[in-house]
């Protein structure tokens, strides 16, 4: 009896170290902060491009602007995507590619742009692969919505977990700005 008592406090232990080790690897990841290496990615868009970080350095690389949002057709994103659509040049004064993404499938993200008349891609992750490593998958299965600013060398300059669906245009531009991102070149006319 003893012996059985045993092996069967032994069997409850090690299944109670496995439920804790499997729940802290799961829940132990620490959001993404400043500073941090911004999760590599390759991410179909609506342009029916391909869109991946890190991008290869070159002299005139980009910084990338990712605005994860929970869901096609709702209300808030809706109204994001509208801004991003319709106030889109006061980002596009920066060298940068900005996307809209979410976990919904690129067939249900191209009509969402389409509608909105999105000239910038919406990215699609319907794996939830790269939500989960950007910290922004809800347990409900969509994206929060928060904005990473990543530079050149891929490392994440600033976050906006408050996002304002209505201001996203100009809070983008209003980010860029303070972090010194680079301005795209124009040439002037020679006369």
């Given amino acids: 009896m003893k012996k059985n008592n045993f092996v069967n406090m032994s069997r409850m232990l ?66 994001e995507c ?27 993200n191209k009509a969402f742009a389409a509608d909105e008349s999105a000239d910038f891609p919406l990215l699609s992750d319907a794996t939830t692969e790269i939500a989960e490593k950007y910290g922004v998958l809800s347990p409900r299965g969509y994206a929060k919505r928060q904005t990473f600013y990543v530079d050149p060398q891929g490392t994440i300059q600033a976050i906006d977990r ?9 809070d983008m531009a209003m980010y860029l700005l303070k972090l010194n991102a680079p301005l795209v070149e124009t ?3 020679a006369g």
Wanted: glycine letters at 6%; proline letters at 9%; one cysteine or more.
């Fill in 14 to 79: 090690i299944a109670v170290a496995l439920m804790s080790f499997s729940q802290l690897s799961a829940g132990s990841t620490q959001p993404l902060q400043v500073g941090d290496k911004a999760p590599s990615f390759d991410l179909p868009g609506t342009d029916g491009r391909s869109h991946a970080l890190p991008l290869p350095n070159s002299a005139n690389t980009p910084w990338t602007v990712l605005a994860w949002f929970p869901k096609a057709y709702t209300s808030g994103c809706t109204i």
């Fill in 82 to 108: 509208r801004s991003l659509a319709q106030n889109g040049h006061l980002i596009k004064k920066f060298n940068v590619r900005y996307f809209m993404l979410s976990v919904d499938p690129i067939e249900t």
């Fill in 162 to 170: 408050k996002v304002n669906p209505k201001t996203s245009a100009e």
């Fill in 187 to 189: 040439k002037s006319e």
